[in-house]
């Protein structure tokens, strides 16, 4: 995508922006909102060389020799649009397996969303939210899973932007074909869908990561149990749903 | 009744969300750095094997695309491996999840009512997200409602009844059956392969019939532009056949 901007202005924006949290950066007395700008505009097009300043300004900033290894890395194997699935997989495993290590706990992004919700509601009416005895279990603070949804974001961001995949589109193309081509349908659609999902994920203790992937991975009868059951109602739900234009042939 | 609250108290809730022993190291459970590494590798590993695509995850549902299975089952051959050796050697432990069989039954089914009809699973959706697709943004904030409805409205009442049915605890298959958890793990393994083999040449010989049926399409329609206007009648209703089954065709599909 590219943006309805001068590519001169797009320059002097950066700029600006870097200025002015160079500003922010020496009034706080840290490093960080300097890196945020460097990173926003290194990571707005990125290339491969801007990846690797990127790398190296965040391994002297942070005196750590990661940010380089992985930055070269990703240099290295990010420019094709998709891996094929068993190396894929087998890296997917290895991010598993490194949360484990480094964090002493499992992947699992659905507390994150039960928190955000906690924390608007104690955002907008603090006196009711603490009534709730579900919040209890699901406090109203910024924790790792939040982080971790928004490291996926940026890290999607990165590798769609590096390999050329990013595209903004309101409905997908199966959808269309499905279910034709009106966004208010579709984001209607989803919306339901999304408080259903987040209400089973609830019922249920957890998400595909967190309760699927982590409860097989440790031969927990959870895991089974819930990768079961979602794939019955997901078939049964997609032929109920989309009826006689279940089958879309796809152009890729 | 809810009144209305200045910007300044606003942001002194905002401020006793923030918890400052959460940024202090990078391991540990609680800390948002080790998050963040971890959220930067699945994102870029979920974009690159295409898991938050709508197209992908529904067209697994559909039955005509089964990429979520081969990349989903390396996955787990690789992770259930490492994770027994790490703790077999002491290098981290087994945080397991509590297994309550009726309510996982019933949340499993709508889990998989709500992807099919979106497409997208949490962590996909943050990934689609950062990937373009816009509509991750109501999937997102149903998300959020749903949870919150749950809390408001469902889960002191339902706490003691059905979402207690058949709790067995954080248990895992071997301890409940009292064995040795490699044999259990050499099982699994082999069901996984041969399941890993199945389904990538099930989805092989998917692809080629796409890829088949596309160039067919585009072929005749090429020819179509190109050719001259046939003369002789055989000619005549050899194209009128190849015309009449390709309209059958995208009626099919379309």
Known sequence: MRLPVEPSARLAGG?????????????????????????????ARPRWWSVLILGF???????????????????????????????????????????????DRPLGITRGYTAMGSMIEA????????????????????????????????????SSRYSGDFKLNTVPYVWSVSKGKSTTRRWLWAFAAGIMMGF???????????????????????????????????????????????IAVRKD | MVELITIKELLGRLAQTFDSSTIEAVKGPTSLYGGMILGLLFGVVLQKSRLCKYDVVSSLFRLQDFTVFRV??????VSVLMIFIFKDTGVFELHVPKTV??????????????????????????????????????????????????????????????????????????????????????????????????????????????????????????????LPPATKPYAKSTIETVKKFKQNLRDMFK
């Open chain 2, 101 to 226: 069989i009726v309510p996982q039954i019933i949340g499993g089914l709508m889990f998989g009512a709500a992807i099919a009809i979106m497409g997208y699973c949490p962590g996909t959706a943050a990934g689609a997200l950062g990937e373009g697709s816009l509509d991750a943004i109501p999937s997102i904030l149903g998300m959020i409602a749903g949870a919150v409805l749950y809390a408001e409205f469902f889960h002191d009442s339902w706490e003691n009844t059905f979402l207690k049915w058949g709790e067995i605890g954080g248990k895992t298959f071997f301890e409940i059956l009292k064995i040795n958890h490699w044999y259990l793990i050499v099982l699994f393994m082999m069901m996984l392969t041969m399941f890993l083999i199945a389904t990538t040449m099930f989805d092989i010989f998917i692809v080629f019939m796409r890829r088949t049926f596309n160039m067919f399409m585009e072929m005749t329609d090429a020819l179509e532009e190109k």
């Open chain 1, 57 to 103: 300004a965040f391994t002297i900033f942070l005196g750590s020799g990661w940010p380089l290894i992985g930055s070269l890395f990703f240099i290295a194997t990010g420019k094709p649009k998709r891996w094929w699935p068993i190396p894929a997989g087998i890296a997917f495993g290895l991010v598993e397996v490194f949360s484990f290590y480094l964090s």
């Open chain 2, 72 to 77: 989903g089952t390396p996955i787990l051959m």
């Open chain 1, 200 to 246: 089973a994920a609830r019922i249920a203790g957890g998400c595909v990561s967190g309760l699927l992937i982590s409860g097989v991975v440790q031969l927990a009868p959870a895991g089974f149990i819930f990768m079961m059951s979602l794939w019955v109602g997901g078939v049964i739900t997609t032929f109920l749903f989309y009826r006689t234009r279940v």
């Open chain 1, 123 to 158: 955002l907008i009416y603090p006196e009711h939210a603490n009534k709730v005895n579900y919040w209890g279990v699901y406090e109203p603070v910024i924790d790792w899973t939040m982080a971790l949804i928004l490291g996926t974001v940026i890290g999607s961001f990165l």
């Open chain 1, 15 to 43: 700029a600006l922006a870097i200025v002015v949290l160079a500003v922010a950066s020496i009034a706080l007395k840290s490093g960080w909102p300097v890196m945020i700008a460097i990173s926003v505009v290194l990571v």
